[in-house]
């Protein structure tokens, strides 16, 4: 009946999930007595825990009800509910807002070109010269002197991360990053075998001394910061604590890598200080060195757009050519045809995308204070996201409950290295404006419901895409 099943550390959250989609499809009919834990764990080749712990987050989402005596058996969560599912999915898990304004026109330029790719190089490790310089020129008018020669495209933010950790950090480093963070970050430094050590963020910025200490201690040989719009709290750290960051990593060795894939989504923040690596070339090292700053089309532009790049001194642009073949062979070329056309019209397409995030980020606030006024939601002057404190922990549960009724939704521990921050729930506001209000209400809904049950201690581990 479950099929074959993956990894045990995902097991059990598998079988739930399974079990979940045949009482949904009606495959199991409500009201059907399932196996008992024993009797399944045998069925399915797994433990025991994994069965309870499987029945617990059924439980939990409301698709199982176990009493004394007559054992577990399928159900809905709250049937009276159904009708308030929305008619579609409502994504709350990826802050992904939709292809900017203007962009639709700009392909359909560009395709006149297209067959001219074909003068280009087929492998392209290093991306092409016409993109390269036009993300040179960027930098060099935002305040920071740069040369093609420093910049190698890639297919995205994503793969930016994973080559840079791929290519400085060897097994056992440390590798400093934020508490929260962006989760796949984490996880790709995790991943080139570092030790992982932390920085608390929250909505109101990074705890500087406490930075600067764990610096000072534990000497990481990166540290992965995301200082403009932050993901998920939204902050942005202050020019001044910039420069105290990078003098502290140039004394402990410490290569900063400033991911600075959110930093066009200036709603309202009454400052810009430039890319973050200015601070290094103003302090004595002219090519910015020490640090590496990342970049990507995905969140200003199109998440479709598949480019991103990485910026740094030479040397590292040939140590990162040299690691990139074990993971992929270039970006594509047609894509790169756009994205030199989009990063020479940045300026102009991001005052759409920054019309789009004020209007979305309101309608989010009003529905929170209408909806869920018992939260915490901080405003934030940019980016793509709240960083929400509940009235009280329960954030995988909500997410249970949520992902039943078809809203898609990453738990606030997803964001940490620990599991902690099941006080917190990060809600995109880049979904179309009605969902936000039909999301906000099943939100509201679902954290009612939950108040009325006793409460769990199962968490839903299923891995998260948090974008
Ligand atoms: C901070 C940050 N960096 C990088 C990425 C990945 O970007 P891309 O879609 O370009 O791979 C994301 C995506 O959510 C992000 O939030």
Not at 104 to 123: M, N
């Amino acid at each position: 009946m479950t099929g074959a099943l993956g990894s045990e550390a995902v097991a059990y959250a598998e079988l739930a999930g399974r079990i979940r989609v045949l009482i949904v499809d009606g495959r199991i009919p409500v009201g059907t007595r399932l196996p008992s834990e024993r009797d399944l764990a045998a069925h399915a080749g797994r433990s025991r825990t994994t069965v309870v712990a499987a029945y617990q987050a059924l439980r939990d989402s409301g698709h199982l009800i176990s009493r004394q005596g007559s054992g577990s058996r399928a159900t809905l969560p709250h049937l009276a509910d159904v009708s308030k599912r929305p008619e579609h999915a409502v994504n709350f898990a990826g802050s992904i807002p939709p292809p900017v304004d203007g962009l639709r026109e700009l392909i359909a330029e560009v395709t006149a070109e297209l067959p001219d790719i074909t003068t280009f190089p087929g492998f392209d490790l290093l991306g092409n010269d016409g993109l390269r310089e036009a993300i040179a020129d960027r930098y060099t008018t935002r305040g920071l002197p740069t040369s093609p020669d420093q910049i190698i495209v890639t297919t995205g933010g994503q793969p930016a991360i994973a080559l840079t950790a791929q290519a400085l950090v060897r097994r056992s480093d440390i590798a400093l990053v934020e508490s929260p963070t962006y989760p796949h970050a984490y996880e790709a430094f995790q991943r080139a075998g570092a030790r992982m050590v932390a920085t608390p963020v929250t909505t109101s910025g990074w705890d500087i001394p406490h930075l600067l200490a764990l610096i000072q201690q534990t000497r990481p040989v990166v540290a992965y910061l995301i200082a403009d719009f932050h993901n998920p709290t939204g902050a942005s750290m202050a020019p001044e604590d910039r420069a105290r960051l990078l003098r502290a990593a140039r004394a402990a060795g410490t290569t900063l890598v400033i991911d600075e894939a959110t930093v066009d989504l200036n709603i309202d923040r009454p400052w810009d200080d430039g890319p973050f690596a200015q601070h290094a070339s103003r302090d004595s090292s002219p090519d910015g060195s020490g640090v590496i700053t990342l970049g990507s089309l995905s969140k200003s532009i199109w998440s479709g757009l598949r480019i991103g790049w990485i910026r740094a001194d030479e040397a590292v642009i040939r140590r990162l050519v040299q690691a990139r073949p074990s993971g992929d062979l270039g970006t594509p070329p047609i894509e790169q045809l756009i994205a030199e056309r989009v990063v020479r019209q940045m300026d102009d397409l991001i005052v759409g995308r920054r019309r789009f995030l004020r209007q979305h980020r309101a309608a989010l606030s009003h529905a929170l204070a209408r909806h869920l006024p018992q939260w915490e939601a901080p405003w934030p002057d940019g980016g793509l996201s709240m960083w929400v404190q509940l009235d009280h922990p329960g954030s995988t549960a909500l997410t249970s409950i949520c992902r039943a009724r078809g809203m898609s939704l990453v738990p606030g521990p997803a964001f940490s290295i620990d599991g902690s921050f099941e006080r917190f729930l990060r809600i995109p506001f880049t979904s179309p404006i009605a969902d936000l209000d039909v999301g906000v209400r099943m939100l509201a809904d679902a954290w009612a419901q939950l108040a009325s049950r006793p409460p769990s201690t199962v968490h839903d581990r299923r891995p998260a895409s948090a974008l």
